[in-house]
């Protein structure tokens, strides 16, 4: 089915571990997001990728770097966790330029706790 | 700034009463504004849009949402619920035409009670 995958679905680090999780998308979209989602804070950006090639700082990059591959793929990479970034990640892709296409596309979430 | 509001965190429900999900929006993300669902353990699905033209859009369940200019409001709404809307809802907004820049509120959980 086409759409968003995010692997892995859960992740277990010890402090000063890092990781990468991994996003792909096959709906041909230009734009490509990360979000962490915490009790009461809602989604937040960490970074974005407008369109192949080129990426961005969201609103909490800090202990984050993303590569975005290719237009299909958009990577997040923890290089030391720290506890405070315990969270569920969720990516997302979006086009533009039609009407119908407005609204994002969720991958199912990365479950991440460090400890 | 961009700024979305939800102003309740959580709104408990009897099942087959009708409930309203408050959503208030800053003028600068007035645009396109977007009511997401997230059941749990899942990610977000889109539920509804509203881009332009007619201000009332629907949802294929039966949620339906107005877009109000003079109060910046885009409240969700659903006449009678069912227990499988229980999940949390995510109202959102952009003012961007082409590359979109979501903001996002931070969620009202829906319970419905049996």
């Known amino acids: 089915n086409a759409g968003v995958t995010q692997t892995p679905k859960f992740q277990v680090l010890k402090t000063g571990q890092s990781m990468t999780l991994q996003c792909a998308q096959d709906?041909?979209?230009?734009?490509m997001y990360w979000y962490r989602q915490d009790p009461g804070m809602g989604l937040r950006l960490i970074y974005y990728s407008a369109s192949e090639g080129t990426t961005d700082k969201g609103e909490v990059p800090n202990g984050y770097n993303v590569s975005r591959l290719n237009k299909r793929e958009f990577s997040l990479r923890l290089e030391s966790a720290a506890p405070s970034q315990t969270s569920v990640y969720f990516c997302?892709?979006?086009?533009?330029?039609?009407?119908?296409?407005?609204?994002?596309?969720f991958g199912s979430g990365t479950r991440l706790t460090v400890v | 700034a961009q700024s979305v509001t939800q102003l309740d965190s959580q709104v408990p429900v009897f099942e087959e009463a009708p409930v309203e999900l408050r959503c208030n929006y800053s003028s600068s993300v007035s645009v396109y504004l977007f009511w997401y669902v997230q059941y749990p353990n899942q990610g977000l699905q889109l539920l509804l849009k509203y881009l332009s033209g007619s201000t009332l859009v629907e949802s294929i369940n039966g949620f339906e949402a107005e877009f109000n200019k003079s109060q910046t409001s885009f409240h969700l709404r659903k006449p009678s619920v069912h227990i499988s809307d229980t999940a949390e809802y995510f109202c959102?907004?952009?003012?961007?035409?082409?590359?979109?820049?979501?903001?996002f509120g931070t969620g009202t959980k829906l319970q419905v009670i049996p």
């Open positions: 959102a907004g952009t003012n961007s035409g082409g590359y979109q820049k979501v903001t």
């Open positions: 997302a892709s979006s086009g533009f330029g039609t009407e119908h296409n407005y609204g994002y596309t």
């Open positions: 709906m041909n979209h230009n734009s």
